[in-house]
Every structure is written in C-alpha cells, then in structure tokens.
C-alpha cells in the first residue's frame, strides 16, 4: 500500500531504516545483530566501523556520498535498533 510508512514497509521485508521518518540507508538486522554483538566485545567505534564498510563497498564498486553521511546515517540505525 502506498499509505504505509517506509520504515513499516522496510521492516516488514525484513530490513532496517536509519530513520523512522525518511530514511535515505538501509541495513540488513543481522548486520545490526553482528555490529551490536562486536560492540559488547570490543570498544564501541562506529567510526571506524563505518569507515572500514566504507572502504569494502567502495573496493566492491558502491559509491556512496561519503564517509560522514554513511557514519551519521548508521549510528543512527544502530542507535534505534539498540532501543527497539
């Protein structure tokens, strides 16, 4: 239906937003799952973790608009699948 809310419609095809009014990243939970369980092993750095997806995807041909709008759009992901 186009009246349902893109995060409702992303979460119910098993992904996750990085905002709940418009998200402009989408992240798989068990990416989530595996950042959060790294995290309660190591120090918390989602810095450096995006900067290390960052340069994955861009060796595997993504470009994206870049570093800092990657990082800002998954803490925020994270951020709110720590809480739901």
């Known amino acids: 239906?186009?009246?349902t809310p893109a995060p409702v419609y992303l979460i119910n095809h098993?992904?996750?937003a990085?905002?709940?009014?418009t998200?402009?990243?989408?992240?798989?939970?068990?990416?989530?799952?595996?950042?959060k369980n790294l995290f309660t092993r190591l120090t918390l750095n989602t810095?450096?973790?995006c900067e290390a997806l960052y340069s994955?995807?861009?060796g595997q041909g993504y470009k994206l608009q870049g570093k800092?709008?990657?990082q800002h759009?998954?803490?925020?992901?994270?951020?709110?699948?720590l809480i739901l």
């Not at 998200?23 to 950042?35: A, G, H, K």
């Open 1 to 3: 239906c186009k009246c």
């Open 14 to 16: 098993g992904l996750f």
């Open 18 to 21: 990085s905002s709940p009014i």
């Open 23 to 35: 998200p402009s990243l989408v992240i798989d939970p068990q990416v989530l799952e595996l950042v």
């Open 47 to 49: 810095t450096a973790w």
């Open 56 to 58: 994955f995807l861009d």
């Open 68 to 70: 800092e709008i990657l």
């Open 73 to 81: 759009q998954f803490s925020n992901a994270f951020h709110w699948y």
